[in-house]
């Protein structure tokens, strides 16, 4: 059964503490792994797509790299309003267009 | 990206009553989502909806319990019929533009008394 697995499942972070999120996952496929950002009240908001291992992504603090077998979200120098839910999704070959989620890891970052 | 609007952002229910979510999108789109986000727990996903054709369900979920309707390329409904304390969520609408990549709409927060 596909399968994803976030951790830690919260995290609390001094503005500037570096530190990552991760993202594990079984799947029979994959077609690809997302990040998403979703703040409370919110919709998530799409962050990177990866879809091969040793492919790395970069915007503004963030960095995502994909494994075999696993995520990484890497959080450098963080502010207060990188606080939010990440969430770690898949796309696995079933056809068409479903995502698997993760649990999400809560991030919060104190000034 | 996509502007997915979805009304209404947030309703109190009674148990037993029914609600119909609409999604709207600012462009034309093959595929849409409904997913369910309970409290404290990530997103699952209720069906996809297609223009012209019966709505997908995933395991788990029932065509009675959560009829939708695609009419055209830019709007969807979603409904949650008979509703139990348990059917309290946030309720998502999504879209994919082509790419693989999903644009969520704000969800509706629903609270089944």
């Known amino acids: 059964e596909d399968q994803v697995t976030q951790s830690p499942e919260a995290l609390r972070l001094q503005e500037g503490e570096s530190s990552s999120l991760n993202c594990s996952y079984t799947?029979?496929?994959?077609?690809?792994l997302f990040w998403y950002r979703q703040d409370p009240g919110k919709g998530p908001e799409f962050l990177f797509t990866?879809?091969?291992a040793g492919e790395e992504k970069e915007k503004e603090r963030l960095k995502a790299t994909l494994t075999k077998k696993e995520s990484f979200l890497h959080i450098t120098a963080p502010k207060p309003e990188d606080s939010a839910t990440y969430l770690c999704a898949v796309q696995a070959g079933r056809g068409y267009n479903k995502l698997i989620f993760g649990a999400g890891t809560r991030l919060a970052v104190h000034p | 990206s996509a502007v997915i609007s979805q009304k209404p952002s947030r309703d109190i229910c009674q148990r037993g009553t029914s609600l119909t979510i609409q999604c709207q999108v600012d462009s034309q789109v093959t595929m849409m989502f409904w997913y369910r986000q309970q409290p404290g727990q990530s997103l699952t996903l209720i069906a996809t909806a297609n223009q012209g054709s019966e709505a997908t369900y995933e395991s788990g979920f029932v065509i009675d319990k959560f009829p939708i309707s695609r009419p055209n390329l830019t709007f969807s409904t979603l409904t949650v019929s008979n509703m139990s304390p348990e059917d309290s969520s946030i309720y998502l609408c999504?879209?994919?533009?082509?790419?693989?990549?999903?644009?969520f709409g704000e969800g509706s927060r629903l609270t089944v008394l």
């Open positions: 990866l879809y091969s």
């Open positions: 999504s879209v994919d533009r082509g790419v693989g990549e999903l644009f």
């Open positions: 799947v029979s496929g994959l077609r690809g």
